[in-house]
């Protein structure tokens, strides 16, 4: 009877875990499709944290079904050599199935105990695989997300250090500043394909990831950088044509500069001497000889001639038209740069329009200078000829009037006296135009005029001899006559 009762129990045992072993089997065919489902959604890693809760609660009735097993079979050991000794000391005719081995009951219990276990394990296993691929994706796509703002926030700070707004409102001082600008511009373009690089890798993994959404996100941004390089594009090549602008008109004003200070200082050594030796003292005396000192308009021409085809009036002709050219540059200069860089450029501008009026002055009070020579010249000439004549006149009209007194010795005496008084104006004369000399041969450096005049002068004071000697001689006669 109490083996009976013992039997009881090992069944209503068995029954428990049977029971418990279909309701295992269950949880895990539930968790599998699951598992399955959550595949087919996609879900993320807080799904399969829940279905691992589950499997931490179904592990303990699997330890129950373990245990169980363990209790079984114990007792069933047990029972079974009660059994044995029972029945061989009463009656060998006692029914054999309570009599059957301990491994005949366990064999079904632990198959269905084991195949359990795998199961569960397996499905553990590929729980927590799943898990940690997700984890690890989703962290990938963390990392990716973020590089992705980092980005982003670069694009957005672009937009606010390069300004992108209207060209036209955009003005710098100076070429410089254009420079600069060039030089931020060129190097911002460069730094923004490594970064459309980069959103491309992220584009693609985004999309192996299979997240759409960030590869969207990626693409729009690399969009958006290439119209940012568009517009940096454009501006870069606005300021490069504006420093470049700027940069030819600062380097032709420096130049100008240089041209007309070279121009001048040719000029110093003319304007000093009212002319430069080359040019009037050899070329006027080959005037003088070779021109009729009434053609003045001739002799005027070829002298300006002679100045203009001189290398210093060449140049300045040549400036004059890069000078109307800067000129017309610098309205369109001032339209490119701000208020501090307008001053600038018009200072710039007026120390070269200083410098070219400067060398305008000279140049015609040169050629005023020059006119003026050749007026004196034309005058001296004139004068001095006329004076010649003169003097040739008087000088025959005395030897006429020696030879009469050699001849009779009779000569009217107030003749004379007049001659004389006619040697004293020609003498008067010398002495004016000796003085007009001497200011002309101090401007043009020339002293042949001025011995011209000296040997006129001795001449005159021989004359003056002759003619008191014949004075003499008439009014000595006259009074031998009387």
Known sequence: MHLLISCDEIINKQTTFDETYNDVRKSIESLHEKYQSSLELDSGVAELSALLSECDSLRDRLDFMASSYNTIDTQLRTRHSSITTTTTTTSPNTNSSLLLSPSVHNHTMKAMLQQTKDEFNHLVQTLRSSKQTIESKQQRLQALNKQLNDIEHE?????????????????????????????????????????????????????????????????????????????????????????????????????????????????????????????LEDKLKKLMVSCSIHDSLYLTTIVFVIFLSKDIKNTYRELTSALQDTEQMTSQVLTLVGQNGKQSIRREWERVQSKSHQINTTILKIEQQLQNCIADWLTYIKESEQLTNEVNDLESLLKMINTRIQNDGQTPVDTLRNMKNDLDLIESKLNSLNRFASDLSQRTQETDLLEHLQQLQTFIQRLKILLKDLLRKATDGQTKYS
């Open 155 to 279: 694009y957005e700070l672009i937009l606010i250090t390069t300004n992108l707004r209207d060209i036209e409102e955009i003005i710098k001082d100076d070429q410089y500043e254009y420079k600069d600008e060039c030089q931020r511009k060129r190097l911002t373009i460069q730094d923004i394909e490594p970064k459309q690089n980069r959103l491309q890798t992220i584009s693609n993994e985004a999309n192996e990831l299979n997240d759409l959404q960030l590869a969207s996100n990626a693409k729009r941004l690399i969009s958006q950088f290439d119209h940012l390089c568009r517009e940096l594009s454009i501006h870069l090549d606005e300021n490069e044509r504006r420093y470049q602008i700027l940069q030819k008109f600062t380097n032709d004003c420096s130049s100008l500069q240089q041209s007309l200070q070279t121009i001048q200082n040719q000029l110093s050594p003319i304007l000093d001497t009212y002319g430069d030796k080359e040019i």
